[in-house]
């Protein structure tokens, strides 16, 4: 079938008992024009769909049962232009923004939060990011932007540092060095490590800080997430090299771990904003974006 969306709106309008000529005024046509749209829509579905009952047209039994199956695609069609309506609203659309899990509980929260005081009905649809991944999100479409210490790979993939993150010697509480501020590598020579497995960037950065320091460290255990790291290192079993990120004296209490400044000059990651640079973000999400690289100190 070939219909305009018109010739639909027309036709439900007359059926709900709107004169033609009361159609024809409001949508600004000739009553010969509605007649002639009304018609090829009969064609179109093979069937006389509006019968005359006096002056006015009414439905035929098989124009209520279309009318009503019209009526549900009309409102679905309705509610999908309202949706991109919205989407294109930079003021009310949603952002789809992929974080690593190490950056959620502080640089995620503080940026959405500065941001939607500005923005309060801009939404915000999050998803977590794998660490060890050697690819952004972004480049499949379904993520807008995403926050993250891996630089992505891909060309079509653009990638704006943000800040640099110092990283930190955790230990048990009752550690030997628990009561330092800082630290260097090589004050844990001596020690057992708990390390991400060699997929994870922050891998290759503990054997170069360690090398550089001029030991190889003892690997004790491996593992795939931080936090199961930092709770291999609360229960005694070694100490690790890991971001560090604003905690509350009750957290690092709670959690049994302390997480020391390393004093070494390369102890730090660089955390940034990745987006595609084949593919035009929407409104809201452009709107973040600059708001993102202008809290970093970028010019936009």
Not at 67 to 84: E, I, N, T
Not at 132 to 141: D, F
Not at 294 to 299: E, I, K, P, T
Request: proline residues 5%; glycine residues 8%.
């Amino acid at each position: 079938m070939d219909v305009e969306t018109e010739a639909l709106r027309w036709f439900q309008e007359v059926a709900d008992g709107v004169t033609v000529t009361e159609v024809a005024e409001a949508y600004q046509v000739s009553q010969p024009g509605v007649s002639r749209t009304l018609a090829r829509l009969e064609t179109e579905v093979g069937t006389p769909l509006l019968r005359k009952q006096g002056r006015v047209l009414r439905p035929t039994h098989a124009g209520m049962v279309f009318k009503r199956h019209l009526d549900s695609f009309m409102h679905g069609l309705d509610d999908a232009v309202a949706a991109v309506d919205q989407l294109l609203d930079p003021e009310s659309g949603t952002v789809a923004v992929a974080f690593q899990p190490s950056l959620g509980t502080w640089l995620v929260t503080g940026l959405i939060a500065a941001f939607r005081r500005d923005h309060p009905a801009v939404d915000f649809r999050l998803e977590q990011s794998d660490d060890a991944a050697g690819s952004s999100l972004v480049a499949g479409g379904r993520i807008d932007l995403e926050l993250t210490a891996r630089r992505p790979r891909n060309p079509a993939v653009r990638w704006e540092r943000l800040l640099s993150q110092p990283l930190g010697l955790a230990v048990p509480a009752d550690h030997r060095l628990a009561g330092r501020g800082s630290v260097s590598v090589a004050e844990a020579a001596d020690e057992d490590f708990v390390v991400l497995r060699p997929t994870w960037e922050l891998r290759g950065q503990t054997d170069e800080l360690c090398a550089a320091a001029g030991f190889s460290a003892t690997v004790a255990f491996e593992a795939d997430d931080l936090e199961v790291v930092r709770g291999f290192v609360a229960a005694g079993l070694g100490v690790a090299i890991v971001p560090t990120a604003p905690r509350s004296a009750a957290d690092e209490e709670a959690a049994r771990v302390r997480v020391l400044r390393l004093s070494d000059p390369a102890a730090y990651r660089d955390v940034g904003l990745a987006w595609s640079s084949s593919r035009r973000l929407l409104p809201s999400a452009e709107l973040f974006r600059r708001a993102v690289l202008v809290s970093a100190g970028h010019r936009e």
